[in-house]
T-cell receptor, first 116, second 114 residues
């Protein structure tokens, strides 16, 4: 597709339920990132994937959060046993890998998660 | 610990005037800085970037200035237009190869009035 797409755009769930958020990166982009933005906060890094390398999970806030990327393309972020503090907009981004200099990351529209 | 700080949550300017958005950082390992613009219900879009080896980068109406000694950067928009009204995020990264996770500030909401 032309840009990064995410689904669903909105998700309302009850505390304790599991949720899955999907990201389709830009075709050909080898790097994929997940961020989240809580109310009044900046974007918080969660995890990134680069090709077949092991993902950098250093930003995941707890072991209830996990993500996978199948076939080097689509990624799914899973939150188990959701808590109210998980409510946020979850943003996915993708980028090419450059030899030097920071990469421009292209963001999707995000999934707004509300945990009741 | 907020490594990238945008201390002004909002800024209002009149159309045609200059908008100056500020950003401070604490991590001296950061060597690349980016500005993103975000409209409601959309993801952030890349605006302009600057490497730590430079002190200025210009792209049309947008100029980013970097003061490494002060660990401060700013985004100048001139002339400002109503369509520039959005939330602006400053971001930083460390390392100059491959890919990097970005560290974002909390954003500044810019309102440009006609």
């Amino acid at each position: 597709g032309a840009g990064v797409s995410q689904s669903p755009s909105n998700k309302v769930t009850e505390k304790g339920k599991d949720v899955e958020l999907r990201c389709d990166p830009i075709s050909g982009h080898t790097a994929l990132y997940w961020y989240r933005q809580s109310l009044g906060q900046g974007l918080e890094f969660l995890i990134y994937f680069q090709g077949n390398s092991a993902p950098d999970k250093s930003g995941l806030p707890s072991d209830r959060f996990s993500a996978e990327r199948t076939g080097g393309s689509v990624s799914t972020l899973t939150i188990q046993r959701t808590q109210q503090e998980d409510s946020a907009v979850y943003l996915c981004a993708s980028s090419l890998v450059r030899v030097a200099g920071a990469n421009e990351q292209f963001f999707g529209p995000g999934t707004r998660l509300t945990v009741l | 610990d907020q490594q990238v700080k945008q201390n002004s949550p909002s800024l209002s300017v009149q159309e045609g005037r200059i908008s100056i958005l500020n950003c401070d950082y604490t991590n001296s390992m950061f060597d690349y800085f980016l500005w993103y613009k975000k409209y409601p219900a959309e993801g952030p879009t890349f605006l302009i970037s600057i490497s730590s080896i430079k002190d200025k980068n210009e792209d049309g109406r947008f100029t980013v200035f970097l003061n490494k000694s002060a660990k401060h950067l700013s985004l100048h928009i001139v002339p400002s237009q109503p369509g520039d009204s959005a939330v602006y995020f400053c971001a930083a990264s460390a390392g100059d190869t491959g890919f990097q996770k970005l560290v974002f500030g909390t954003g500044t909401r810019l309102l440009v009035s006609p």
